[in-house]
């Protein structure tokens, strides 16, 4: 029998190893997996706002003109009508006539105010079209003259452009400018690249704000609007004038048919490069990339279409620019993303 005022002696838990027992071979770590990798970030699948300064817009250009049967057709069709209302219009006259001298004379003159009229706005669509046709080889003699070192194919190009954008007051400053270099010799390409600061400068200051505002102003009415239907129409109405004022910014001033011609080109450069699709995907990732936490899906929605007015906004900004980006940076969707996210924000 043990004494009772013995001491005890320690009683190792058993639940627990002490260190001391513990082996002290290393031991990997078994939390994490040998196979792991980490994305790089040139690699991730995720856009960023900053990584949307990085994606190349294909440059829009105006589509070329082809014969086209079914032009023809409508053409043929439209002379064949027109035919057929002045033999009505004759026909009407001369019954007229027959009733009363003076209801004769009222409709030789209402006939008369009416094809003075129409002849008024058919010369302002020819004049339209010629005004876009100038642009367009502006751009194209620019393309050439930018790889020629002569100057005086360059300075015939820049006296047509400043002729073109005589009638904006943004580039006062710019015509003056260029006049005092007329007796200095200067290269074709620096005369081509210092025309376009001076002249086209401040004017895509002003594309740059027109584009942001189609852009702000379809986001917040597409977040807020109630109807499908009135998405579409506004957004319709919003690109149509965008395009227009583009046009009259860089001297085209286009009549209807020309705003189409416009309109067409723009729709046909979107849909063969695919960049609604592109932009519709770059939006969604960079709202999943966190903005999305913060806005609802309406608001998300606003943000797409205000990315893709932006998108079409640059397009047309590719096709009334009389002169290629050369000298200046060209505008991306990452110009306007912080801005159009603030203001679905705010809404």
């Not at 690699?43 to 294909?58: I, R, Y």
């Not at 589509?63 to 086209?68: H, V």
């Not at 025309?195 to 597409?222: H, Q, Y």
């Amino acid at each position: 029998m043990s004494d009772p005022l013995s001491p005890v002696p320690p009683r190792r838990p058993g639940a627990f190893v002490l260190p001391e027992d513990r082996p002290q071979t290393p031991r990997a770590p078994r939390s994490f997996d040998d196979g792991f990798t980490v994305t790089p970030d040139e690699e991730d699948p995720f856009v960023t706002p900053q990584a949307l300064d990085a994606v190349e817009l294909e440059v829009a250009v105006p589509r070329k003109r082809r014969f086209s049967w079914g032009k023809l057709a409508l053409g043929a069709l439209g002379t064949f009508l027109s035919l057929a209302f002045w033999l009505w219009a004759d026909q009407v006259v001369r019954d007229l006539f027959s009733r009363a001298d003076w209801l004769g004379y009222t409709a030789v003159a209402v006939l008369a105010v009416a094809v003075l009229a129409l002849a008024v706005v058919v010369a302002r669509e020819i004049f339209g079209l010629m005004r876009l046709s100038a642009v367009q080889s502006l751009k194209a003699e620019a393309q050439e003259a930018l790889k020629a070192p002569g100057a005086k194919a360059a300075r015939a190009l820049v006296a047509r452009l400043e002729t073109v954008l005589s009638h904006r007051a943004e580039t006062a400053r710019g015509r003056a400018a260029l006049k005092a270099t007329e007796d200095d010799i200067i290269d074709g390409p620096q005369l081509i690249e210092f025309a376009e600061r001076e002249l086209l400068g401040p004017l895509d200051i002003r594309a740059r704000a027109l584009i942001l505002g189609a852009s702000k102003r379809t986001s917040v009415v597409t977040a807020i609007s109630p109807r499908a239907v009135v998405d579409l129409a506004y957004v319709l109405f919003e690109v149509t004038r965008l395009v227009r004022a583009m046009a009259e910014l860089y001297g085209g001033r286009p009549g209807t048919i020309g705003l189409l011609r416009l309109l067409r080109d723009v729709v046909a450069h979107l849909a063969v490069t695919g960049s609604i699709a592109v932009g519709d995907g770059i939006a969604q990732q960079v709202l999943g990339h966190g903005l999305a936490a913060k806005l609802s899906s309406r608001l998300g929605e606003g943000v797409i279409n205000g990315l893709l007015t932006a998108r079409i906004g640059i397009a047309a900004m590719d096709l009334c620019r009389p002169l290629p980006f050369s000298a200046l940076k060209r505008p991306g969707i990452g110009d306007f993303l912080s801005d159009i996210t603030a203001t679905g924000n705010r809404s």
